[in-house]
C-alpha cells in the first residue's frame, strides 16, 4: 500500500513539473517591472540572452506580442502576450505557445543587470496590437455611451458645444482614445511630419513614438507632443524634437 502511495506522488509530482505554464494576457505596463536600463540593453551578453529568448519564444507565438519578466536572479519567470481584440484568437493562441516553452523554462539565468525587469521581445508590434485592443475597447464605450463619457470617468464636453478641429480630430478621434493616448503616428504628408492618434495608410512606414518609461520629468502629454513637432521637414528635426519631449520611437 505504502508503495502505491509512493507511486502516485512521484506521478502527481511528474505530471506537475511538466504541465505548461499558462501564458496570460499581459496587464497594464503600470503593473509590470520596467524595461532593463538603456546601459544594460546594449551590453553584447544582454543581447545574446535576450536573442535567445526570443529565437525560443516567438516561433510559436502566432499573432501574440509577448512580454518577458525575469526574477530577482535572471531567470525566466512568465511570458505575457499582448493580444488584439480578437479574443477567442488570441486565446487559443496563448494555450498553443504554453505548451511550447519548455525550453524557455529551462534557460540559465541571464546577465545580473536583467534582474527584476521585463524584456518586450518586439516592442513595435506589442505596442500596435495595444492599440487595436484600446481602439476596439473605445468604440465599444463610446457606442453603449453615445459619446458621453470618457475612458477616465471625466465628463465629456459636448460636441454641439465645442467642435474640433481637423488637426485635434487627429490628435485624438473622440474622447475615449483621448483619454488612454500612450502613442502617435508620424508621417509625411507633402512636405511636413503630421502627428495623429491614427496612421493614414496601414503601410510599416509611418514612425511610432510613445512616452518614455518611467523618466523625470515625465514626459509631455499627447496634444502638446503633436502640437509641438508637427509641421517638421526633416526627419532628424522630429526626432530630436520628440527626444526633447521625452518620447522614443519603436522600430
Not at 517591472?33 to 519564444?57: H, K
Not at 509577448?66 to 484568437?89: K, P
Not at 460636441?159 to 503616428?185: G, K, M
Request: hydrophobic share 40%.
Amino acid at each position: 500500500m505504502r508503495a502505491a502511495l509512493r507511486l502516485v506522488a512521484l506521478l502527481a509530482v511528474a505530471c506537475a513539473a511538466t504541465s505548461p505554464r499558462a501564458v496570460e494576457r499581459c496587464p497594464s505596463l503600470k503593473r509590470m517591472p520596467p524595461r532593463p536600463s538603456a546601459q544594460c540593453e546594449e551590453d553584447p551578453e544582454v543581447i545574446a540572452f535576450q536573442d535567445r529568448v526570443a529565437a525560443l519564444v516567438t516561433s510559436a507565438s502566432g499573432p501574440l506580442a509577448l512580454r518577458v519578466v525575469l526574477d530577482d536572479r535572471s531567470r525566466v519567470a512568465s511570458v505575457c502576450a499582448e493580444g488584439t481584440a480578437r479574443g477567442m484568437e488570441n486565446a487559443r493562441a496563448r494555450r498553443t505557445l504554453s505548451a511550447n516553452l519548455g525550453d524557455v523554462w529551462a534557460l540559465p539565468p541571464g546577465p545580473s543587470c536583467l534582474a527584476g525587469t521585463r524584456i518586450d521581445l518586439d516592442r513595435r508590434h506589442a505596442k500596435l496590437v495595444e492599440i487595436e485592443r484600446t481602439e476596439a475597447q473605445c468604440r465599444g464605450e463610446m457606442t453603449a455611451t453615445g459619446g458621453s463619457s470618457r475612458a477616465d470617468g471625466g465628463a465629456l464636453q459636448s460636441s454641439t458645444r465645442t467642435t474640433p478641429s481637423p488637426v485635434d480630430r487627429a490628435i485624438a478621434p473622440n474622447a475615449c482614445i483621448e483619454a488612454r493616448l500612450s502613442w502617435l503616428f508620424a508621417e509625411k504628408r507633402g512636405d511636413w511630419w503630421q502627428l495623429s492618434a491614427r496612421a493614414y495608410s496601414k503601410e510599416s512606414s509611418a514612425l511610432l513614438f510613445v512616452p518614455l518609461e518611467r523618466v523625470e520629468p515625465a514626459p509631455a502629454q499627447a496634444r502638446l507632443v503633436a502640437r509641438t513637432c508637427a509641421k517638421l521637414t526633416e526627419r532628424e528635426a522630429l526626432l530630436v524634437c520628440m527626444e526633447l519631449q521625452r518620447w522614443e520611437l519603436l522600430e
